[in-house]
């Protein structure tokens, strides 16, 4: 079968792909691991957080700050995944100071599209500006504000790719991928 090429937005290939990592950590759920409880989302980002705090400087709001960019990720790929054939891998890779963090997750076509036209609009517009205007325009009740990347890239020093991989016309890989300079933090 002939997959079509992905395509790739933002700083997605800012570490060269062939570049040997100093540690790897993958893991893989299913979206309803995370629905049928929530908080797994949360327990998920503290442990990967906690675990990469041995790899530098130890620091409670390194780690936290790690934590929320990560929680971030995996409820977006929890909440836009297909329920059938969501598969969710996250998959970390460090390069001394520098984290790689992808979260890839099954979407359809219609989220799949809107999801590009926004990290489309991220690129060309100014983040602080799309920030605000959203948060004018958001609903309380919301769950789906559209503020949670906005705010990690207003707040965080985090540097954003992605990817989307088309596999069958209404089934396609999201990958959302964080690179983090842990001295910055
Ligand atoms: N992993 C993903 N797969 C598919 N679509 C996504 C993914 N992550 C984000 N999106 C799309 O991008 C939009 C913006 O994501 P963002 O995290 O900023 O907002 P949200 O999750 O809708 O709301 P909030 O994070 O404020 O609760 C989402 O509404 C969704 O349409
Ligand atoms: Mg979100």
Same mark, same amino acid.
């Given at each position: ?59 409670? #709001?390194?780690?936290?700050?790690? %934590?929320? *960019? !990560?929680? $971030?990720?995996? @409820? ?37 599209? #809107?999801?590009?036209?926004?990290? %489309?609009? *991220? !690129?060309? $517009?100014?983040? @602080? ?57």
């Amino acid at each position: 079968m002939n997959q079509k090429a992905p395509v790739i937005i933002g700083e997605y290939h800012f570490i060269p792909e062939n570049l040997p990592s100093d540690g790897q950590f993958r893991l893989m759920f299913l979206p309803i691991d995370m629905t049928a409880y929530w908080r797994r989302c949360g327990l998920t980002a503290n442990f990967v957080a906690g675990f990469y705090s041995y790899c530098y400087e130890e620091s409670e #709001s390194k780690i936290n700050s790690l %934590s929320t *960019i !990560i929680n $971030e990720l995996l @409820e977006n790929a929890t909440k836009f995944s297909k329920v059938k054939d969501g598969k969710i891998k996250v998959e970390l890779k460090h390069y001394g100071n520098l984290l790689k963090i992808d979260v890839l997750n099954v979407a359809s076509k219609t989220l799949r599209d #809107s999801f590009e036209l926004f990290v %489309s609009k *991220i !690129i060309l $517009e100014k983040v @602080e500006d799309m920030y605000f205007s959203t948060l004018e325009t958001k609903e309380d009740s919301d769950t789906k504000s559209g503020l949670g990347l906005l705010m990690l890239l207003k707040d965080y020093p985090v540097r954003f790719g992605y990817s989307f991989q088309e596999i069958d016309a209404d089934t396609h890989e999201i990958t959302v991928r964080a690179i983090i300079n842990v001295e910055e933090l």
